[in-house]
T-cell receptor
Framework: QKEVEQNSGPLSVPEGAIASLNCTYS??????FFWYRQYSGKSPELIMS??SNGDKEDGRFTAQLNKASQYVSLLIRDSQPSDSATYLC???????????WGAGTKLIIKP | DVKVTQSSRYLVKRTGEKVFLECVQD?????MFWYRQDPGLGLRLIYF???????EKGDIPEGYSVSREKKERFSLILESASTNQTSMYLC??????????FGPGTRLTVT
């Protein structure tokens, strides 16, 4: 069974600090990794994708991938109250179609 | 920008009714997906389609069917709605690089 694991949280972070979200996956052949943000009552929104080892930065967001250790993380710098949401990790394991989804981490940014 | 639309944001149906949920994407994507999302259970794949008239069962297809007569449109059908099908239904469309883009979701209540 291919799995993607995330800490369900909630993760509480003060405004202005760095929020660190982690995700581990079980299938070593996984190739593509995605972070989605989901506000309460809304649909998931893609915020980062990463395909190779190392860091990928986009504004205040940095995705980090370590295939040897089978984890992917999302860092949010200068956290804002508007970053409060559930963050979903998704992994493509080589299937042409499907993503394997984590259950999500709820992030709360405290003013 | 990818645009995925769903026919209704909120829907209330009675037990035993046949329910149609429609999804339309404007990016000429070949692959489309239907998920349901329930608190504590995460995203669960119901069905997906990899081409017109082609479909495959996901993890929880029981009680559902799908139709894809045109590339841009993917319909989910609840043959005889039951209260345990009360949920948020999310349609997604997949790009060639594996990321999925979601519609706004339909919150279905079956009474």
């Amino acid at each position: 069974q291919k799995e993607v694991e995330q800490n369900s949280g909630p993760l509480s972070v003060p405004e202005g600090a760095i929020a660190s979200l982690n995700c581990t996956y079980s299938d070593r052949v996984s190739q593509s990794f995605f972070w989605y943000r989901q506000y309460s009552g809304k649909s998931p929104e893609l915020i980062m994708s990463i395909y190779s080892n190392g860091d990928k930065e986009d504004g205040r967001f940095t995705a980090q991938l370590n295939k040897a250790s089978q984890y992917v993380s999302l860092l949010i710098r200068d956290s804002q109250p508007s970053d409060s949401a559930t963050y979903l990790c998704a992994v493509n394991t080589g299937s042409n179609y499907q993503l394997i989804w984590g259950a999500g981490t709820k992030l709360i940014i405290k003013p | 920008d990818v645009k995925v639309t769903q026919s209704s944001r909120y829907l209330v149906k009675r037990t035993g009714e046949k329910v149609f949920l429609e999804c339309v994407q404007d990016m000429d994507h070949e692959n489309m997906f239907w998920y349901r999302q329930d608190p504590g259970l995460g995203l669960r794949l119901i069905y997906f389609s990899y081409d017109v008239k082609m479909k495959e069962k996901g993890d929880i297809p029981e009680g559902y069917s799908v139709s894809r007569e045109k590339k841009e449109r993917f319909s989910l059908i609840l043959e005889s709605a039951s209260t345990n099908q009360t949920s948020m239904y999310l349609c997604a469309s997949k790009a060639k690089t594996y990321e999925q883009y979601f519609g706004p979701g339909t919150r279905l209540t079956v009474t």
